[in-house]
T-cell receptor, first 118, second 111 residues
């Protein structure tokens, strides 16, 4: 498919477990974002990559959250020692544009990974 | 810190009626986006508003932006059931990367 693909679609973790969430952006897209969407809320920014460079990680809620995009395409969001408050849908979005251009004008979101921490 | 507020948060309306959703934001920005989200699905881009006075229309939805008032509206004309969804506005920060979203307006259109 031509869209942003995220896996797994659902993830159930026991408190304290580490999880890894994957995002396959649209081929050729330079910019990649991670957003966290709690139940009944709007998405909240976590981090932004331009190619392999993580240009903004100011939205990551704690040092248990780590994101990477080593080859400038696939990205992984890792959460260590998960807590119940980490339960949310994690959305990935990609864009052909980059900072300084209108990158949000053509921003495509994936369907998200729903993480439940028990 | 940029804050984005939508109202109402919940809207139940009858088919054929008109209504407006409001989106207020707290700091200067001239780029605002509207998205639709169906349950369990991702965000679908509806409108991109890039300047003061911008107005965009698609079908029964019309969006406008007043950057001086820091206000955007999403107007629904003659609602139909298919419009039932959650609608988010999002404001782009001056850095030009991250979006700050409102809480969303959950719209239910009843027959």
């Amino acid at each position: 498919g031509a869209g942003v693909s995220q896996s797994p679609r659902y993830k159930v973790a026991k408190r304290g477990q580490d999880v890894a969430l994957r995002c396959d952006p649209i081929s050729g897209h330079v910019s990649l974002f991670w957003y966290q969407q709690a139940l009944g809320q709007g998405p909240e920014f976590l981090t932004y990559f331009q190619n392999e460079a993580q240009l903004d990680k100011s939205g990551l809620p704690s040092d248990r959250f780590f994101a990477e995009r080593p080859e400038g395409s696939v990205s992984t969001l890792k959460i260590q020692r998960t807590q119940q408050e980490d339960s949310a849908v994690y959305l990935c979005a990609s864009s052909l544009g980059k900072t300084g251009t209108r990158l949000n004008e053509k921003l495509f979101f994936g369907s998200g990974t729903q993480l439940s921490v028990l | 810190e940029l804050k984005v507020e939508q109202n109402p948060l919940f809207l139940s309306m009858q088919e054929g009626k008109n209504y407006t959703i409001y989106c207020n934001y707290s700091t200067t920005s001239d780029r605002l986006y509207w998205y639709r989200q169906d349950p369990g699905k991702s965000l679908e881009s509806l409108f991109v508003l890039l300047s003061n006075g911008a107005v965009k229309q698609e079908g029964r939805l019309m969006a406008s932006l007043d950057t001086k008032a820091r206000l955007s509206t999403l107007h629904i004309t003659a609602a139909v059931h298919d419009l039932s969804a959650t609608y988010f506005c999002a404001v782009e920060e001056t850095s030009g990367s991250r979006l700050t979203f409102g809480e969303g307006t959950q719209l239910t259109v009843n027959p």
